[in-house]
């Protein structure tokens, strides 16, 4: 396999992401381009990220292949790449083969490591409410929510959108609507739809959300949330995470 | 008690001053406006600030009430209050109840404390030297002073202002004249006056000072020091500060 | 001895590489200006910086003095000097005096140390390769390493400059050639020359490099390096560092 990246910034943010949930990942390259399925080391989150081929400049594949590195030198030698820079990656026998090309042309090989990971089973979930909302104004929630609790309340009662937090002594909500947040882009919900989530996960989750962007969540009454949203049209990624217990 | 602060910033500004020298803080609030005296814990310190009712764009009070807080959870609360956003507070049962409204709208309650302060009696002080002075230049003086010792002296001996600072092995002087330093506005003083003071209350009691801004030193001979500043026409803040024994 | 000098920035950075590699400085003042000559207590790299008396804007001194202060006290001091401040320094008796005269004037006294270090030696040292190249190349680079190992090698090889580290599982390399990359200003080298040293000792030596100007490394195979730059014309500093062995 060997692959050269149009825009490396977009690899440099999945991996990031994955980076704050995980220490090693395994990246699955076939035709059509690369996939991440892993689960958490705790098993209460999971990603599922997807890049088309379109992402590459150039791509030679033989046979599909998964790929496992540390997260910490994969990431460490993607913070070398700059802006207009171009990176290229390949699999060389225990290796993978980094090559960065800007002024210069800095060459990198870490090791693979055994994968421990058993294939992960996508969890089939079916979702009662979807609210697709400016990353921006969930990541604002998620931080005042921190004030008061550890975990943060998702309500859709349409035409709207709550989200709030409450310990024994401190309390929080944010009241949205529809109608009057044009933060809000779409929602919907087959009746009043309640879950409550962990902030740790959704901070580590949103990390990588552009704010001026869209985001999607869904979710079902005491059910898992799925977080939904591109890095470009090519790059699409999706957090799945355990619902806590009311 | 309902207040909507006109600029929630002047808020903002007083309650991280005053979060640099205590854990909680009682406020009062009347028809004049709300004020501040707390002792710090060491007993070396007191805040006295005052807020005319003007700084609210709507108030509301029945009777005079004072609330206690964390300044934990009141000032992570006001972190999050951005430019031009509007801040209400209000108080009901056994909870303060802030309200920030911007883009879109945050609510929090938090619980009131018990007051464990008794009520703060003001020292009537009597000082010989008095200097208005631009408040970049004791920021700028104390950061020097710091690396000589740990306590700072301000001596007044007309028309000089001398701050300085020594270690058994190291000095720091800086000699400035109200006919030369454009940054001294003011400056009386009865005699040759010189006090000591700690460099670390007195870097708390600046920080929330804007540098190009005036601030008042108020004391005498071996005697305690009144710090005086204003956040804007409508609200004042001062401090005294026990004087160290030469 | 009483020192004016032209741009105390220049003084502040020789002071800052220094503060990296030693806690304590012995500076040589004579007629020409001034120069350090000191190992680091690991004894692992000598500093070498070297000072016109063009540095200076008023230069007095009777006879050559050395004065030796602690970097902790030098660099918190010269850390206040303001852009267009002037800075004075003289000694007196036991004492450093220093002068800043901005908007104010702060005096400050230090004391001298007594020095322990005995009068440096320093070695006789012949180079089979030099090159001259841009230091923003090398910064990169050596952080690259950083990923991989904590020593790094240089290698020269006509016309091609090769930056590399290995670990047991990682390996890094940059291959540059005087003929592609105008970063490299001058490349000379008998043969084959390649020497290995310390990441962490090169990465306090080019701490107070500009980015955008020349550095000039020195070695042999399995020798010592020298890497010189200047601030300006009038102030050059000189590292040796012991090579590793491979």
Redesign the interface.
């Known amino acids: 396999m060997e692959a050269e990246f149009k825009d490396a910034e977009i690899f440099k943010r999945m991996m990031d992401a994955t980076g704050n949930l995980m220490s090693d990942v395994s990246i699955d390259f076939n035709e059509e381009g690369f996939a991440i399925k892993a689960m958490d080391p705790a098993n209460i989150a999971m990603v599922l990220f997807e890049a088309k081929n379109s992402i590459f400049s150039s791509f030679n594949i033989e046979k599909p292949i998964k790929i496992s590195v540390s997260l910490d030198?994969l990431n460490?030698?993607l913070k070398?790449v700059k802006k207009d820079d171009k990176l290229k990656i390949s699999d060389s026998k225990n290796k993978l083969v980094l090559d960065i090309r800007g002024?210069?042309?800095?060459?990198?090989?870490?090791?693979l490591i055994d994968e421990n990971y058993t294939a992960q089973k996508i969890p089939q979930l079916k979702f009662t409410a979807e609210v697709t909302v400016l990353s921006s104004?969930v990541k604002?929630?998620v931080?005042?929510a921190a004030?008061?609790d550890d975990s943060i309340y998702f309500t859709v009662d349409m035409p709207r959108l709550i989200i709030s937090s409450k310990s024994e002594?401190?309390?929080?909500?944010?009241?949205?609507s529809i109608n009057d947040?044009k933060?809000i882009f779409d929602m919907k919900s087959e009746s009043t739809t309640r879950s409550k989530y962990s902030i740790e996960y959704l901070t580590k989750f949103l990390y990588s959300a552009d704010s001026e962007k869209p985001i999607k969540l869904s979710f079902s009454n005491n059910y898992p949330l799925k977080l939904d949203y591109e890095i470009n049209s090519d790059a699409k990624m999706s957090f799945i995470l355990a619902n806590r217990l009311e």
Chains 1, 2, 3 share one sequence.
Request: overall charge negative.
């Open positions: 030198d460490g030698i070398l002024k210069t042309k800095q060459h990198f090989t870490i090791p104004l604002d929630s931080k005042a004030l008061v002594e401190k309390e929080f909500s944010q009241d949205l947040n933060e």
